[in-house]
């Protein structure tokens, strides 16, 4: 579409996070010459999520270091930014949305970036408990701040040993505070990784004087006083001057689905980010969508997926030709490790564990089907995510025999 085409246009963006936001920057470099308008029911200045957990959980830094854009950057790309306004209704036919206040704005294009809001489980007493508080927003963060300052000595208890309360419980104990994890299942990070790694970041924990404590079902929560009793099914019980809730999230698609768009899982898009409704596109963490390299439909819950659908549908809104290839990629934070993963691992077969000689906290885990490389989990080494990333993307086959073999340097000319 040429820039007169669009010139007298709107886009209206539901959410003003990495993927609306995004999106948004993406369309006027695409050639969007109409309104952009950007929704979110978040009052504050669009900011990154992935340091909520870290940074910026763990130090005094204000949220205006993690801003995704400055305020005047919207400005000069005549970019409205409506915050503190939650979108209740799209109607496809007419092509408006009705906002909270009734009022109603039309649309050319629709572009939903909903994301996800945590999902709090119902266990008893878990609403009224004291300084218990989700980990999605920088109101969440600022209640957690209140409520732990100072940590010193605090009780902590974290539900859940996803990445969400791990990262979590490594700011906590930066902190001050005494922190336990509690996990449901028989190892931390049972979702996402291979047991190899459950095993690193426990006791990388452990170490770190974090208590991890695994099969641990919450049954109840009692609150006393200013603090809490957490109960879990096996008897087991422990004190929580605050309770961080990190057992997943829900996709926020009730918006999607009242309006008749098809949700499984997910809004479903095809290729270019479009939904099954004409000119209404989504992305980012609330998308359900098919990822060609694995053929496959997947959710994904990361930044890299929000930004490149961002890109692909500014290209796609503008009416160039463009599908969605990525493959996926994610980090983690947590001490002084960093951790880099890329591919899909569901499904795998085996797992190659390759120890850097001499490196400390080095290592990488290598995921296979058969001889096809799915993922690769890299710890503090951004070698092997490299080189893992170009054996997904080109699908060369790896000699297991010689990536195991630590005499054999970690290259793609010696892997192959
Ligand atoms: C604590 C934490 C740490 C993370 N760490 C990492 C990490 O290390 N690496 C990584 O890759 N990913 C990480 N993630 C995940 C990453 O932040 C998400 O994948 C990313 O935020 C998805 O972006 P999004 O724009 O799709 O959705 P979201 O960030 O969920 O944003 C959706 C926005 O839509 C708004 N909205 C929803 N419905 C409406 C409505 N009806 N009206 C108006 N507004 C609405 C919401 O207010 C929200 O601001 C982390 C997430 C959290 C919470």
């Given at each position: 579409?040429?820039?007169?085409?669009?010139?007298?246009?709107?886009?209206?963006?539901?959410?003003?996070?990495?993927?609306?936001?995004?999106?948004?920057?993406?369309?006027?470099?695409?050639?969007?010459?109409?309104?952009?308008?950007?929704?979110?029911?978040?009052?504050?200045?669009?900011?990154?999520?992935?340091?909520?957990?870290?940074?910026?959980?763990?130090?005094?830094?204000?949220?205006?270091?993690?801003?995704?854009?400055?305020?005047?950057?919207?400005?000069?790309?005549?970019?409205?930014?409506?915050?503190?306004?939650?979108?209740?209704?799209?109607?496809?036919?007419?092509?408006?949305?009705?906002?909270?206040?009734?009022?109603?704005?039309?649309?050319?294009?629709?572009?939903?970036?909903?994301?996800?809001?945590?999902?709090?489980?119902?266990?008893?007493?878990?609403?009224?408990?004291?300084?218990?508080?989700?980990?999605?927003?920088?109101?969440?963060?600022?209640?957690?701040?209140?409520?732990?300052?100072?940590?010193?000595?605090?009780?902590?208890?974290?539900?859940?040993?996803?990445?969400?309360?791990?990262?979590?419980?490594?700011?906590?104990?930066?902190?001050?505070?005494?922190?336990?994890?509690?996990?449901?299942?028989?190892?931390?990070?049972?979702?996402?990784?291979?047991?190899?790694?459950?095993?690193?970041?426990?006791?990388?924990?452990?170490?770190?004087?974090?208590?991890?404590?695994?099969?641990?079902?919450?049954?109840?929560?009692?609150?006393?006083?200013?603090?809490?009793?957490?109960?879990?099914?096996?008897?087991?019980?422990?004190?929580?001057?605050?309770?961080?809730?990190?057992?997943?999230?829900?996709?926020?698609?009730?918006?999607?689905?009242?309006?008749?768009?098809?949700?499984?899982?997910?809004?479903?898009?095809?290729?270019?980010?479009?939904?099954?409704?004409?000119?209404?596109?989504?992305?980012?963490?609330?998308?359900?969508?098919?990822?060609?390299?694995?053929?496959?439909?997947?959710?994904?819950?990361?930044?890299?997926?929000?930004?490149d659908q961002a890109k692909v549908a500014a290209k796609a809104i503008c009416g160039e030709v463009v599908v969605y290839d990525a493959i996926p990629w994610f980090w983690s934070d947590q001490y002084d490790v960093k951790l880099q993963m890329v591919g899909l691992s569901e499904g795998y077969d085996e797992v190659v564990v390759r120890h850097e000689i001499g490196e400390g906290h080095k290592f990488s885990a290598w995921y296979f089907?058969?001889?096809?490389?799915?993922?690769?989990?890299?710890?503090?080494?951004?070698?092997?995510?490299?080189?893992?990333?170009?054996?997904?993307?080109?699908?060369?086959?790896?000699?297991?025999?010689?990536?195991?073999?630590?005499?054999?340097?970690?290259?793609?000319?010696?892997?192959?």
């Amino acid at each position: 579409m040429s820039e007169q085409a669009n010139d007298a246009q709107t886009c209206v963006i539901i959410g003003a996070s990495h993927a609306g936001v995004n999106l948004a920057f993406n369309l006027r470099i695409a050639g969007w010459a109409g309104d952009i308008l950007l929704f979110d029911a978040d009052p504050e200045l669009p900011y990154h999520r992935p340091p909520l957990s870290k940074a910026y959980l763990a130090s005094d830094d204000g949220l205006d270091s993690h801003r995704l854009k400055s305020a005047d950057s919207y400005v000069q790309q005549q970019i409205t930014l409506r915050l503190g306004v939650k979108v209740s209704k799209i109607d496809p036919d007419q092509k408006v949305i009705t906002l909270n206040d009734d009022s109603v704005q039309s649309y050319d294009k629709l572009v939903l970036a909903t994301g996800a809001r945590p999902l709090i489980p119902p266990i008893p007493g878990l609403d009224a408990a004291n300084n218990c508080f989700p980990l999605r927003t920088a109101a969440d963060v600022e209640n957690i701040r209140e409520a732990i300052t100072p940590a010193g000595g605090k009780n902590v208890v974290i539900i859940g040993g996803g990445y969400i309360g791990l990262e979590t419980a490594a700011s906590m104990k930066k902190l001050g505070a005494n922190v336990t994890v509690l996990e449901r299942e028989d190892r931390v990070l049972a979702r996402v990784t291979a047991p190899v790694m459950s095993d690193f970041f426990t006791c990388l924990h452990k170490d770190n004087g974090v208590t991890i404590a695994i099969r641990k079902n919450v049954s109840a929560i009692e609150s006393e006083g200013s603090t809490n009793l957490v109960r879990c099914a096996d008897g087991s019980e422990y004190p929580a001057d605050l309770i961080v809730v990190g057992v997943g999230i829900r996709v926020n698609t009730e918006l999607a689905e009242a309006a008749g768009l098809k949700v499984h899982n997910g809004i479903q898009i095809d290729a270019t980010m479009k939904t099954s409704t004409d000119d209404i596109y989504a992305i980012g963490d609330c998308t359900f969508h098919h990822n060609p390299h694995y053929d496959r439909w997947v959710r994904l819950e990361s930044v890299q997926n929000a930004v490149d659908q961002a890109k692909v549908a500014a290209k796609a809104i503008c009416g160039e030709v463009v599908v969605y290839d990525a493959i996926p990629w994610f980090w983690s934070d947590q001490y002084d490790v960093k951790l880099q993963m890329v591919g899909l691992s569901e499904g795998y077969d085996e797992v190659v564990v390759r120890h850097e000689i001499g490196e400390g906290h080095k290592f990488s885990a290598w995921y296979f089907k058969g001889d096809t490389l799915l993922a690769v989990d890299a710890v503090n080494n951004a070698k092997a995510y490299v080189i893992g990333t170009r054996f997904i993307k080109s699908g060369d086959l790896i000699n297991k025999g010689k990536l195991a073999d630590l005499g054999v340097g970690l290259k793609p000319a010696t892997l192959g």
